[in-house]
């Protein structure tokens, strides 16, 4: 539906600008006079234009309201033009503010709310169209958007977690990068330089510091490059298929990292898989959505590929997933019992769960290892930066002690 940019006057002689959505011209005037205003000129926007004022990004916390506000108003009674209508007035996005005002109006000039949404597959991924579709041809739409928002708010407290997880290491990483370019690359030379004009030995731990600071400043276009250059050879390397396969198969293999990655990887999987499975999704549609960077682990996702070939062929969904590998022994056994008890989607949804406990415990644990190796490298540094410092003071002080 096109796009207009807009001038108007008031009942008081004012004037102001705004953009809408509106069949043509003459529904543009006719609104604003519903709305006690008068057209003065009205300009239709091209779509690249439209689409450079919707360009600002959307948190996730934004969508979790967005679904969060759009079930409730659904549940209590209200029609979907409504619902759309109580968003675009209140909220706090302004991007999402203005999805909203056009989705209504593509659903009046005729769409459904699936084609209305999927003009925004920035904001909407291939997850959300799944269950709105799902919810618009069942009449669940107010559950589907529930499951969305519920969906959508556990992997923020994900992503938080992770977040507060690396604070401290990366506070320390740091202060240690800080300590080491201030003391080594001014104090230290300063020092050294005083205490050559007074004719004081150096000692060996001084002057390794020394020439290894003396180096860097000299070397370091070269220091740059040495990493930069190998750094932009793995992505390179890691935006090919085989690459990435390799690269996020590699992680998994790393100690405490790799697991919570499989572990993150196994919740995204059970939650999405007992949302879709709910909702009355296909099994082949669900297969078919998460293998497709649902899961943040292109290998795992390979793996879920392998299992619905499996599948497919006669396997059940526990005998797909253990003939492709890579999934832990808990989940196999949960969705063999899920299978022959006939609750499936239940057991996923419990699977999910024990995931994400699994995945803050495993976090501190990380963290309750780091602590301890960042406080040594830290005490190291600066056991270091000491050493270079005091020794030769050290010296200096002997001496004038001698002296008198």
Known sequence: MPNYRYKAVDATGKVFKGTTIAQDEAHVEQDLIASGHYLIKCKSLS????????????????????YHRFSQTLEVGLPVLSALEENARYLPSATMRQISKEMKAAIEGG????????????YFQKLDMALIRIGEQTGGMAQSLKNLAAFLEWKENIRS??????????????????????????????MVSVLSEMEVAIPTVTTSVLR??????AQWIWIVGAMVIPAFAVFGFYMTPRGALFIHRSVLKLPL??????????????????????????????FETLSTHALGNRYIEDRLQRAFREIEGGESIA?????????????????????????????FRRLGDYFDGEVKRTIQTMVGAIEPLTLVALG?????????????????????????
């Not at 769409?111 to 920035?122: D, F, G, N, S």
């Not at 290894?212 to 400043?217: N, V």
């Not at 190291?380 to 008198?404: E, H, K, R, T």
Request: aromatic residues 10%; contains cysteine.
């Open 47 to 66: 779509e690249s234009a439209w689409r450079q004022m919707l360009k600002g990004g959307v948190k996730p916390r934004t969508l979790v309201e967005f």
């Open 111 to 122: 769409r459904t709310l699936y084609e209305a949404m999927q003009r925004y597959p920035r």
């Open 161 to 190: 977690t992770i977040r507060k997880a690396s604070i401290y290491p990366t506070f320390v990483v740091l202060a240690i990068i800080g300590v080491i370019g201030v003391w080594i690359g001014y104090v230290l030379p300063q």
């Open 212 to 217: 290894i600071s003396q180096f860097i400043k």
């Open 257 to 286: 990292v790799g697991t919570v990655v499989q572990q993150v990887a196994m919740a995204r999987l059970c939650h999405n898989f007992a949302t879709m499975l709910s909702s009355g999704i296909s099994i082949q549609y669900i």
């Open 319 to 347: 005998g797909g997933f253990e003939t492709a590998g890579g999934f832990p022994s808990l989940l196999l056994g949960a969705i063999r019992n899920g299978e022959e008890t006939g609750t499936l989607d239940e057991t």
């Open 380 to 404: 190291g540094v600066f056991g270091l930066i000491v050493l270079s410092v005091l020794l030769p003071l050290y010296d200096v002080m002997a001496g004038m002690g001698n002296a008198y």
